[in-house]
């Protein structure tokens, strides 16, 4: 007979990718689901903040039964000592943006195994979905880790390919890698049980490491190429939306460009719009990009509907005036 293993799930409290983890492992045949350590009570992962759906893992867990702790200090003592009662071969880890510390890690009877949104040792670190756009990433794959005590620093259990064609928006890959480790960890649960899954030691000269994306990293700048703009604006969607700024202070989200521009448009400097009938375009270092929609009040809207982009208006990247 096949024994199973018991589990602790730590994701945050509105992840779109422990709620699919949740309900397959408290579904599972070979998984006892202990517990979902989540969110400290007040607090969400910001990936999922603007999205339209939302999901409440605390409510989805007690729902099927599955004890819930939401502990402001993951790893205090108080919290160990009860991860540890509960007596896991396993810690999944799956969107939970805390560090677990050595004690934490060390009270499954096996291992932790942390699924993460990147190809591994490349795009450690925070938002991967949102720096593979950025740098146009074709070659995508979410990677299962052992956890260790460095940020993302574990052997490869397991690693998934997700072939991309480098213009997806930030969104789209994310929601590609939500599923992607889903499937992943589907088939790595029969190996969790035989104790039968590898090691791999990952690469440090391959390693390239990210933080979460700040301010300035959705601040366009049209002295980049085409091809460069065209990344970022993506990487930007769908919220808070890379950004530019007019002549008079104000900040305007581009939600989504293209590269298809008329021949007659003349060379000009870099962030200079052009409008050509009912379509408006920006010049960037190399040439034109043609700006389909934006933000406005919140709602992603054809350009020529805003009217802050005006023909001869110059977008830049310079400092914000307060709006």
Same mark, same amino acid.
């Given at each position: ?61 007690? *729902? ?90 574990? *052997?490869?259990? *397991? ?86 700024? @007019? ?19 003349? @060379? ?48 830049? *990247? ?6």
């Amino acid at each position: 007979m096949t024994e199973s293993i018991r589990v602790v799930l730590f994701s945050e409290v509105n992840s779109k990718l422990g709620a699919p983890f949740l309900d397959m492992l408290h579904g599972h045949p070979l998984v006892e689901l202990a517990a979902v350590v989540t969110s400290a009570p007040g607090r969400t992962c910001g990936y999922f903040d603007a999205d339209a759906d939302q999901v409440d893992l605390e409510q989805r867990a007690t *729902a099927l039964g599955v004890p819930v702790l939401r502990p402001h200090d993951v790893n205090s003592p108080e919290v160990v000592e009860r991860v540890r009662q509960l007596a896991p071969d396993y810690l999944i880890v799956g969107n939970f943006q805390r560090i677990l510390k050595p004690r934490l890690l060390a009270t499954p009877k096996v291992t932790c195994v942390n699924f993460h949104p990147s190809p591994l040792p490349r795009y450690a670190g925070l938002a991967p979905f949102y720096w593979m756009v950025r740098n146009g990433e074709t070659d995508g794959a979410v990677t299962a880790i052992e956890m260790a005590p460095g940020l993302d620093t574990g *052997a490869i259990i *397991a690693q998934h390919r997700t072939p991309l064609t480098g213009r997806e928006t930030a969104l789209e890959l994310r929601t590609v890698q939500e599923r992607a480790n889903v499937l992943m960890l589907l088939d790595l649960i029969p190996q969790l049980v035989e104790r039968s899954f590898p090691r791999v030691p990952q690469d440090p000269a391959g390693r390239s490491y990210f933080s979460r994306p700040g301010e300035d990293d959705y601040r366009l700048d049209f002295a980049c190429s085409t091809h460069e703009v065209s990344c970022h604006v993506r990487a930007g969607y769908r919220h808070p939306g890379a950004f530019a700024v @007019t002549t008079a202070g104000e900040r305007v989200p581009v939600l989504s460009v293209d590269a298809a521009v008329p021949q007659e448009l003349p @060379t000009a400097a870099p962030g200079t719009v052009r409008r050509v009938g009912a379509r408006l375009f920006v010049a960037c270092r190399d040439g034109w990009l043609r700006l389909l929609t934006v933000e406005r009040d919140g709602q992603e809207v054809p350009a020529q509907a805003h009217p802050a982009l005006t023909d001869g208006q110059s977008l830049s *990247a310079s400092a914000l005036q307060s709006t």
